[in-house]
């Protein structure tokens, strides 16, 4: 089972999520109560840079709550995904990766809710950086109602068959609900 990360204060977390506001409600609601807890926290939020879906929730949540909201989105996305326009600060990036780079040398850590492709292309990328040993920050990969099961059962059928060294669960932190990561980080 998942034990506490080492005591470290955050002053930044990466958020992972749908750009999507066709998901389910509970999603949308998730991603608002993980902001309004980052901005309580006084843990500046860092994400997607989109208006919409769950990256939208959280950072309206956080904004709302007095927080610190930093976006980095991509030229090619800067008008697919409505980039938002009331963020404490924004960041234009001229591709995919240069924005993975620049959210992860921005946060202390990163949280993924649910999402699709883009959520799961930024999740794989900073668990390969720290699998390879590129940076030892915490991953927090939010299971609600079972959402992640499939891909941490693929994750342990790669272990069994020898495609994963070590313990997925070494890698990431799996919570079932915001209350238990709290749990996982220091906050001031």
Same mark, same amino acid.
């Given at each position: 089972?998942?034990?506490?990360? #080492? +005591?470290?204060?955050?002053?930044?977390? &990466?958020?992972? &999520?749908?750009?999507?506001?066709?998901?389910?409600?509970?999603?949308?609601?998730?991603?608002?109560?993980?902001?309004?807890?980052?901005?309580?926290? %006084?843990? &500046?939020?860092?994400?997607?840079?989109?208006?919409?879906?769950?990256?939208?929730?959280?950072?309206?949540?956080?904004?709302?709550?007095? /927080? !610190?909201?930093?976006?980095?989105? #991509?030229?090619?996305?800067?008008?697919?995904?409505?980039? %938002?326009? /009331?963020?404490?600060? =924004?960041?234009?990036?001229?591709?995919? %990766?240069?924005?993975?780079?620049?959210?992860?040398?921005?946060?202390?850590?990163?949280?993924?809710?649910?999402? @699709?492709?883009?959520?799961?292309? !930024?999740?794989?990328?900073?668990?390969?950086?720290?699998?390879? @040993? =590129?940076?030892?920050?915490?991953?927090?990969?939010?299971?609600?109602?079972?959402?992640?099961?499939?891909?941490?059962?693929?994750?342990? +059928? &790669?272990?069994?068959? @020898?495609?994963?060294? /070590?313990?997925?669960?070494?890698?990431?932190?799996?919570? +079932?609900?915001?209350?238990?990561?709290?749990?996982?980080?220091?906050?001031?």
């Amino acid at each position: 089972m998942n034990t506490p990360l #080492p +005591n470290k204060i955050l002053k930044s977390l &990466c958020v992972f &999520c749908a750009s999507s506001s066709e998901v389910h409600q509970k999603y949308i609601d998730l991603a608002a109560d993980l902001g309004t807890m980052l901005a309580q926290a %006084h843990i &500046c939020l860092v994400y997607g840079g989109a208006q919409g879906g769950l990256m939208g929730a959280a950072a309206n949540a956080a904004l709302a709550a007095g /927080g !610190e909201v930093i976006g980095v989105i #991509p030229e090619v996305l800067f008008g697919q995904e409505r980039a %938002h326009q /009331g963020l404490t600060k =924004l960041y234009i990036t001229r591709d995919m %990766h240069e924005r993975q780079q620049k959210m992860a040398a921005l946060a202390d850590g990163f949280v993924v809710l649910p999402g @699709g492709l883009g959520t799961l292309a !930024e999740f794989f990328e900073v668990l390969t950086w720290k699998y390879i @040993g =590129l940076h030892d920050k915490p991953i927090i990969l939010v299971n609600i109602d079972g959402f992640w099961d499939s891909l941490i059962e693929t994750m342990g +059928n &790669c272990q069994q068959q @020898g495609f994963l060294n /070590g313990d997925f669960l070494d890698l990431v932190r799996i919570c +079932n609900d915001l209350h238990t990561v709290r749990t996982f980080f220091v906050f001031e």
